[in-house]
């Protein structure tokens, strides 16, 4: 799109007279001495002060979105919307039971729920268009706080290529899968990194046949016979709907496992109901794990969940 098409639709959205904007921008570059956009024949594009300037923009925007919002509900308890982001394997077992026990227990709270990879939603949460997150890390930094939720197992899903003695088991070490096909997460995704750790660890060459991004697609080609996949448990909960579900083997020799934790800025303001559902998020896990509808994952046992 060029400039002379941009800056119009830009107006026009706004709700301001073209030359007004020009000029608003202008005011924009004076005051910060940089140019915010880079105008071409291809369109108008961000600057990298610009892009910093709208990531700031955003944070500020949401927070009087949130203000606004405790304005009208006079603080009268947890109320107004609630952005979290969930990790595909974690949005399976958690999000309907969380959705449901929103409704029930605040119906003044709107969830937004965003399904993504860890490194997108651990970006959103940096940049304040998160209130909470679940990501596969146990460390905190100087503005993200954690509380360690599960440790998550990771199973060999599927037959094809193992010997008949591994086949039987159900187990499998790390080492059996020297020369088996698999089909894995591309590198984009955390897990796909942890397991290239712990391939390289054990002196294991994976024989990685295909890079998927769709747990569907994954386990469907387990039970296919394509090849092997390995994902944690929670992946075969698309199959909760009937049909054949594929064999899975928890990996042992050596037992990996993810931390999966919730997050949230330290340094920014928590509404009344980001810290209600944040609340209700530690107290629903150990539940669903406990009843099976949260399958291979484990609740750390030397702190009691809940507690920091």
Known sequence: ???????????????????????????????????????????????????????????????????????????????????????????????IPLLRAVRDRYPGIRLQIFESLSGYLSELLANGRLDLAVLFRDMETRSISLQTLVHEQLFLIGDRGLSDEAKARDVCALSELDGVPLVLPSMAHDLRLTLERAFAQQGVEANTVADVDSLPTMVSAALDGIACTILPASALLHFNGGGPIPRARRIISPDIRRPISLCWQETSPRSPGAIAVQALIISLVPELVGDGRWPGVLVPQDKPIGER
């Open 1 to 95: 799109m060029s400039t002379a098409a941009a800056l119009p639709k830009a107006a026009a959205y706004l709700g301001v007279a073209q030359p007004a904007l020009s000029q608003q921008l202008s005011h924009l570059e004076a005051e910060y001495k940089a140019q915010l956009l880079v105008r071409s024949s291809q369109g108008v594009k961000p600057t990298a002060v610009g892009q910093v300037l709208y990531r700031h923009a955003r944070i500020v925007l949401r927070q009087l979105e949130q203000a606004r919002e405790e304005m009208q509900t006079g603080m009268l308890g947890e109320a107004g919307v609630v952005a979290i982001g969930l990790p595909t394997t974690v949005t399976l077992p958690l999000a």
